[in-house]
């Protein structure tokens, strides 16, 4: 049986009160869920992680082992996300965003396979750390992308209502964006999770995610 209060509210037209407060809380036990498995991610990976950097340096040295990129997030703060550098120096030497294309010659060959395991986004757990990012969420984009995007897109800034993630919904389901149809099917899978979102979608996203440690479509 309901408790007097909780009828008393959804009778008065309280139901979308209720909601909201339990989204709110849903959301503090997801942060809690980012910061534990993340830190947990990261000591179990931190082997992996190891290897990869000393691969990179040992292949291009002229260069860093962690590639750094301006991102937007969440409510369009702008943060630095944190990538395994898998490109050559100077791989955007023109000054603008190129996506990353089948058999793109910028990448250090010996990186190839930290592509299709997507081991390249393991030192994003860092930014979910620092509380920027979370385990489960849209894809954070450039801002000079993310304006491009929002132009041809108007419900495109919706994105922003939630933290970034590192895996998602688009990312499993959609693959790689290249053209605008596949932009909009991908925000399409974005706006879903952002309106269903529940601990049993993340934990099944985090679940399917494993698949794509061998990812034959990865650039």
Known sequence: MPEPITVVMVGAGGGSVLLEIARRQ???????????GAGVCLLV????????????????????????QVRVGLNGQLFTIYKLRTMYMDAEKHGRAIRAGEDDPRVIPVCRWMRRGHLDELPQLINILRGEMSLVGPRPERP??????????????????????L???????????????????????????????????????LFATLSKFHDSGAR
């Open 26 to 36: 849903f959301r503090i036990f997801k942060e809690m869920i980012d910061l534990l």
């Open 45 to 68: 990976f931190a082997p992996v992680m190891l290897l990869c950097a000393i691969l990179i340096k040992v292949s291009d040295p002229s260069g860093p082992v962690l590639y750094e």
């Open 167 to 205: 895996t998602g919904l688009a990312q499993i389901y959609n693959g790689y964006d290249t053209d605008i149809d596949s932009v909009r099917r991908k925000l399409d899978y974005d706006l879903a999770y952002i309106d269903r979102m529940s601990l049993g979608l993340d934990c099944k996203l």
């Open 144 to 165: 000079e992308l993310f304006e491009d995007l929002s132009r041809a897109l108007p419900k495109f800034e919706r994105r922003l209502a939630v933290k970034p993630g």
